[in-house]
């Protein structure tokens, strides 16, 4: 039997959604996956810039507006606990179901479905970790830190570029511009886990360095983003730094290394007036 999705299936499934139902479904879209906690940050905002007055409230209340979605098929959970603070409701962790993702695909006039295979431990914490500093982000913007003018996630993020050896592409895990009343900064991000061997890193770090000299991207901007690595820890960072210190043919001023708890000071630093991409 052919599973046929009728405009008038369609136009079903849509009145069952809010606005703000729509825009959780594209965020798991775009993020791929999201705690309970994160998708609280991005649509139940707390504390004196949000909507609400505390994070316990906004997220009891964003748990009822995930469950429905999941009562309707439009969201599921992924059975697979990732290590870290959160526990209970909060730290569950939510895909696109099939519904959500074929609804999501018929508004933009697309067939055929995407199938979902269960991440490994491994994946899920890195995607987990990129939508965190992502949120992280919005969340400075809603307290008026900076200005969010860009923030792009795999693949959009992605930069194919012609070498010696063929097409290339650059998959870095964000691409964002920031901007406060006096600059605007390009920033590309890698989330590091720690689990790549620092070897593979320096090979990304040259694939930033091959991308950066064909002047695609300062063509197309004016200007070639910084590279933000974001660490696990300071032993980490201090362990890519020197490793791209020892490499000659490595550009030291295109990367800036920094462990997670200094991630958000590290891009604001961008938008000094001293600083330049």
Same mark, same amino acid.
């Given at each position: 039997?052919?599973?046929?999705?009728?405009?008038?299936?369609?136009?079903?499934?849509?009145?069952?959604?809010?606005?703000?139902?729509?825009?959780?479904?594209?965020?798991?879209?775009?993020?791929?996956?999201?705690?309970?906690?994160?998708?609280?940050?991005?649509?139940?905002?707390?504390?004196?810039?949000?909507?609400?007055?505390?994070?316990?409230?906004?997220?009891?209340?964003?748990?009822?507006?995930?469950?429905?979605?999941?009562?309707?098929?439009?969201?599921? *959970?992924?059975? &697979?606990?990732?290590? %870290?603070?959160? =526990?209970?409701?909060?730290?569950?962790?939510?895909? !696109? $179901?099939? @519904?959500?993702?074929?609804?999501? *695909?018929?508004? &933009?006039?697309?067939? %055929?479905?995407? =199938?979902?295979?269960?991440?490994?431990?491994?994946? !899920? $914490?890195? @995607?987990?970790?990129?939508?965190?500093?992502?949120?992280?982000?919005?969340?400075?913007?809603?307290?008026?830190?900076?200005?969010?003018?860009?923030?792009?996630?795999?693949?959009?993020?992605?930069?194919?570029?012609?070498?010696?050896?063929?097409?290339?592409?650059?998959?870095?895990?964000?691409?964002?511009?920031?901007?406060?009343?006096?600059?605007?900064?390009?920033?590309?991000?890698?989330?590091?886990?720690?689990?790549?061997?620092?070897?593979?890193?320096?090979?990304?770090?040259?694939?930033?360095?091959?991308?950066?000299?064909?002047?695609?991207?300062?063509?197309?901007?004016?200007?070639?983003?910084?590279?933000?690595?974001?660490?696990?820890?300071?032993?980490?960072?201090?362990?890519?730094?020197?490793?791209?210190?020892?490499?000659?043919?490595?550009?030291?001023?295109?990367?800036?290394?920094?462990?997670?708890?200094?991630?958000?000071?590290?891009?604001?630093?961008?938008?000094?007036?001293?600083?330049?991409?």
């Amino acid at each position: 039997m052919t599973d046929t999705w009728t405009p008038t299936k369609v136009r079903y499934l849509e009145s069952l959604l809010t606005e703000r139902d729509s825009q959780i479904l594209a965020d798991l879209e775009r993020y791929r996956a999201l705690s309970t906690r994160l998708v609280q940050r991005l649509h139940f905002p707390a504390g004196p810039h949000g909507l609400h007055a505390t994070a316990p409230t906004a997220t009891r209340l964003a748990n009822r507006v995930l469950l429905r979605l999941e009562a309707q098929g439009f969201i599921a *959970r992924i059975d &697979r606990r990732v290590g %870290g603070p959160l =526990r209970g409701s909060a730290a569950t962790v939510w895909h !696109l $179901a099939a @519904t959500g993702e074929r609804l999501l *695909r018929a508004r &933009r006039g697309e067939a %055929g479905r995407r =199938r979902f295979v269960t991440p490994s431990r491994e994946f !899920l $914490a890195h @995607t987990l970790a990129v939508a965190e500093f992502a949120v992280t982000v919005k969340d400075a913007e809603l307290g008026n830190a900076l200005d969010v003018l860009e923030l792009d996630t795999e693949p959009s993020c992605w930069r194919p570029f012609q070498s010696a050896l063929g097409v290339v592409t650059l998959k870095p895990d964000l691409f964002l511009v920031v901007a406060n009343s006096d600059v605007e900064a390009h920033v590309f991000v890698e989330i590091d886990r720690g689990t790549v061997h620092l070897p593979a890193v320096i090979k990304k770090c040259r694939t930033y360095q091959q991308y950066r000299q064909t002047g695609v991207e300062q063509a197309r901007s004016g200007v070639f983003p910084a590279v933000l690595w974001i660490t696990r820890d300071a032993e980490r960072a201090r362990k890519l730094r020197t490793a791209i210190r020892k490499e000659p043919d490595l550009p030291v001023d295109l990367f800036t290394i920094c462990a997670e708890a200094d991630a958000l000071p590290a891009l604001q630093s961008f938008l000094s007036p001293s600083t330049t991409n």
